[in-house]
């Protein structure tokens, strides 16, 4: 029975791995009410984001988006807020595309 358990688990990891899974945030609407808890899956989203742009930026996908070196989270969910207060007609919006537009106008590249 033992000699199964590892074959058992990596079936079930193979099964879990290929189940359709949510795309996360289904808008910015979501996401700006998280932030106005503040929720800490907020935080880790907003940093999910940067380092992710910044992973894009490496490959050259991301262009105009100079984050400075000591930024910190509660600095990306005010400039995030902000942004949301705004521009309250996008929320509806893919959350991730918002976080990126809000750092790209807090943040521009200078020439």
Do not use: N
Not at 8 to 15: D, T
Not at 102 to 110: D, H, I
């Amino acid at each position: 029975m033992t000699a199964h358990l590892p074959s058992a688990a990596f079936g079930l990891c193979l099964l879990i791995a290929s189940a359709p899974v949510a795309a996360g945030f289904e808008s910015g609407e979501v996401l700006a009410g998280l932030c106005r808890q503040p929720a800490p899956i907020c935080l880790a989203y907003l940093e999910g984001v940067v380092d992710g742009a910044e992973a894009m930026e490496w490959e050259q996908v991301v262009s105009g988006l100079c984050i400075p070196e000591q930024v910190d989270s509660m600095q990306l969910r005010q400039i995030f807020l902000d942004y949301a207060e705004r521009h309250e007609e996008l929320l509806k919006l893919p959350a991730g595309l918002l976080v990126l537009d809000a750092l790209k106008q807090a943040w521009p590249c200078r020439p």
